[in-house]
């Protein structure tokens, strides 16, 4: 399991996409790993390379991790494990919140043009439902429900 952080976040390249939600998230000091790399690849992944949603889920993760310790008192240190885990929750819903206010509202198929571009795009979600689906070009003849002509 590893654990790295660079100083050099942003969204071009793997590491730089990690290091991006460790600084979101605060993981960046080696002394007090919160989660490691191969964690937050998964949660990349998850999210479609989706920093800011990949960090909130981190976030979700490492007060889960905090749900199940208890507060613990050492001399005059004391360090409530509810106090982590309301931190995380807090940043987590700060972060997604942040997120969901760029969110854009896309209405295709608004112009002839417009939805031509769009059927004939193979990257673009196409609906399940079209005009003329049902439409055999091979058949010559017009058929009745028993398949007699």
Not at 66 to 82: F, I, M, P
Not at 119 to 131: C, E, G, K
Request: one cysteine or more; hydrophobic letters at 35%; aromatic letters at 6%.
């Amino acid at each position: 399991m590893g654990w790295s952080y660079s100083n050099r976040p942003g969204t071009d390249s793997d590491s730089k996409r990690r290091d991006y939600v460790r600084l979101l998230v605060g993981d960046t000091d080696s002394a007090d790993k919160q989660v490691t790399d191969e964690e937050i690849n998964l949660f990349l992944s998850q999210r479609s390379n989706n920093v800011k949603l990949a960090a909130a889920d981190v976030c979700e993760a490492i007060a889960a991790k905090y749900a199940r310790q208890v507060s613990t008192t050492n001399v005059s240190l004391s360090v409530a494990a509810s106090d982590r885990f309301d931190h995380f929750r807090t940043l987590a819903k700060e972060l997604r919140n942040r997120e969901m206010r760029f969110a854009e509202v896309f209405a295709g198929g608004r112009t002839h043009s417009g939805k031509d571009s769009l059927a004939s795009d193979s990257d673009a979600v196409q609906p399940w439902v079209s005009l003329g689906q049902d439409d055999n070009p091979d058949t010559t003849a017009a058929e009745d429900v028993r398949g007699e002509q």
